[in-house]
């Protein structure tokens, strides 16, 4: 297949005017290429597949009690989400190893993030109190042999217990951690990162504010230069103002966008459940249990947009629902970027940022009708 006249975002995130081919793989970008079939791409933007890195669900999908499956795959696909990590809400070790093993027998997803339960009751958010523990010696195995070594990630709240003892043998059995849901100060945090902690779990939710004097987590994974910081984009879980001020710290290559997406994204208002046993009442879009903001209901392409509305320039902002998420959890060497030798995650794009085409290694998924 052949992308002819596309305005293609390249591998150093810049749009030049090229044809591109490939099959599963990304094969040659060059001025023309001769002689192909393909689709003419004259006025259409040609960007890598997006990246998410923590969504919960869509349209019914709950990663713990997983229903809905289907529906979660050709709703991600539908919105230009050709990668994406499946995440798990605390829940009793038990629960966590089923939803693991049954997740990781299908193909479509090359890793999952745990996000409970070895976080702080104090910074809980929207999970089940009931089932947050520290880490306790052959867990972290458990669940990765249950999820077939697909753990990429796991939130943890390193003050908590041993946990911080553990971070390091996370690393052994290849998953990454990101602090997050935690009260710790900024020497605990800065511990957590010099034993191997590198990302932050949706960057100003469920932790202390930025203080001037009284440091914490925030302030230490801003300040270092090896940390990545997700970031919720739909302007309700962080202020525009205070997610562009973020940007100006970080820039494209630290900051990840997130979706956080509920098992409501891409339904009405009404009633969810979240994790399988909390109800989630979702009024004008916005998520609560009780009177905790939950997850959200905007999926990652939105929030890329979102950022583009911002401030951001397309190029960054697709740079950081792409590439940066892909860098964060070590897949970079085969998705994020249109990149001879890449898989051929592409989507094509209106000039208003309307989908228009999906592929996800070089099948077409989607067409716009």
């Given at each position: 297949m052949v992308i002819h006249n596309g305005l293609v975002l390249n591998q150093n995130f810049e749009f030049q005017k090229c044809d591109l081919q490939f099959s599963s793989k990304i094969e040659k970008m060059e001025d023309k290429i001769e002689d192909a079939e393909g689709i003419d791409a004259a006025d259409l933007y040609v960007i890598p597949g997006l990246v998410d890195v923590h969504t919960h669900g869509a349209v019914g999908f709950d990663a713990n009690p997983r229903e809905h499956k289907q529906e979660y795959k050709e709703y991600m696909r539908q919105n230009g989400i050709t990668t994406y990590f499946p995440t798990m809400v605390t829940d009793s070790i038990e629960n966590l190893q089923s939803a693991l093993s049954d997740l990781a027998a299908d193909d479509?997803?090359?890793g999952f993030h745990v996000e409970g339960p070895f976080i702080s009751v104090g910074k809980k958010g929207a999970h089940n109190p009931d089932f947050i523990k520290p880490i306790e010696a052959g867990e972290l195995e458990l669940l990765q042999k249950a999820a077939k070594g697909k753990i990429?990630?796991?939130t943890v709240a390193p003050e908590v217990g041993d946990n911080m003892d553990y971070i390091p043998v996370c690393r052994e059995l290849g998953i990454?951690?990101?602090l997050g849901h935690s009260e710790c100060d900024f020497d605990t945090a800065q511990k957590a990162y010099d034993l191997g902690a590198t990302q932050l779990t949706h960057t100003f939710n469920a932790m202390k504010g930025i203080h001037h004097r009284n440091l914490?987590?925030?302030e230490c994974a801003l300040s270092r230069q090896d940390v990545f910081c997700e970031m919720i984009c739909d302007g309700f879980h962080v202020a525009p103002e205070v997610i562009m001020l973020t940007y100006r710290m970080l820039g494209p290559d630290r900051m990840v966008v997130i979706s956080d997406s509920l098992s409501a994204t891409g339904l009405p208002d009404g009633c969810y459940q979240l994790g399988g046993d909390q109800e989630v009442v979702v009024?004008?879009?916005k998520a609560y249990?009780?009177?905790t903001i939950a997850g959200s209901t905007t999926c990652l392409f939105q929030m890329m947009k979102n950022c583009v509305s911002f401030g951001i320039s397309l190029e960054n902002a697709v740079k950081m629902a792409s590439l940066t998420p892909c860098r964060a959890v070590g897949i970079d060497d085969r998705k994020g970027s249109l990149?001879?030798?890449?898989d051929a995650d592409i989507l094509l794009l209106s000039k208003d940022l309307e989908i228009r085409y999906v592929f996800k290694t070089g099948k077409m998924v989607y067409k716009a009708v």
């Open positions: 479509e997803w090359l990429r990630l796991m990454r951690v990101t914490g987590l925030i009024k004008d879009r249990i009780g009177d990149k001879v030798g890449k």
